[in-house]
């Protein structure tokens, strides 16, 4: 009851939060030093390949498959998000963008039961919305399900084991949006390979805000 509960307080926070979404101050602060670690990563699983099918889970307005599609890569891309509105503005920015904006489809969906058959996705990226998800390890296990066999799994987040990180996420976050878990090191770690990811790395980067990039091959 309580996760659910959670749920709820994310989807109405991020429903009301769509139509200035695109002009937040975390977009220079935040979002886009992950877009471009996440993007870096993207090149590299999908240089050479004729096909390449990637999802990213809490797409928002979907800023970063437009980024992905912009930078030349041949790629099948999906969005997905839990708010309805965040999908609405995402759709509509895909429609203004041009011929580009033709390679990205979106939905609104829960990480926890993902609309998609297993082993479709080659790469699954998220970022800087799993410190809301309720149940991380459900979420985990669903997007292992989906990515082919190698497939890559990508989570950034705020790194909170970093001194400056607990403080504005342990402390400064989650006084403010209350409910949400940032994960450490570790248990990203151990989430992955509960979740059947059998080679897990990490990195991290930003300097305002201290992020965590967790990568998992299936």
């Known amino acids: 009851m309580e996760l659910h509960r959670n749920k709820t ?13 695109d002009h937040s101050i975390l977009n220079s602060l935040l979002f886009e030093p992950s877009y471009k ?8 699983q999908a240089r050479g390949k004729s096909t390449f099918r990637m999802l990213d889970i809490g797409c928002g307005t979907g800023t970063f498959l437009a980024k992905c599609l912009a930078s030349g890569l041949k790629m099948e891309v999906t969005g997905l998000d839990i708010a309805y509105n965040m999908i609405r503005q995402a759709t509509y920015k895909s429609e203004q963008i041009g011929p580009n904006g ?9 990480a926890e039961h993902l609309p998609f058959a297993s082993g479709y996705f080659d790469m699954v990226t998220c970022s800087n919305s799993f410190h809301h998800y309720p149940n991380q390890l459900q979420s985990v296990r669903e997007m292992r399900r989906v990515l082919k066999c190698n497939g890559q799994l990508l ?3 705020g790194h909170r084991d970093d001194p400056l990180g607990y403080l504005i996420f342990d402390v400064c976050v989650d006084a403010v949006e209350k409910h949400v878990h940032h ?7 151990k989430m ?4 059947g990811f059998q080679k897990v790395t990490q990195r991290m ?6 992020l965590l990039a967790t990568l998992g091959k299936a």
Do not use: N, T
């Open 9 to 21: 307080r994310s989807i109405r926070e991020f429903e009301s939060w769509a139509q200035s979404y």
């Open 205 to 210: 980067a930003g300097l305002c805000f201290p």
């Open 192 to 195: 992955f390979k509960e979740a």
């Open 102 to 110: 033709s390679g990205m489809s979106f939905m609104v969906g829960d």
């Open 183 to 189: 994960c450490s090191r570790r248990q990203f770690i």
């Open 37 to 44: 670690l996440m993007l870096a990563e993207v090149h590299k």
């Open 155 to 157: 989570i950034v987040d």
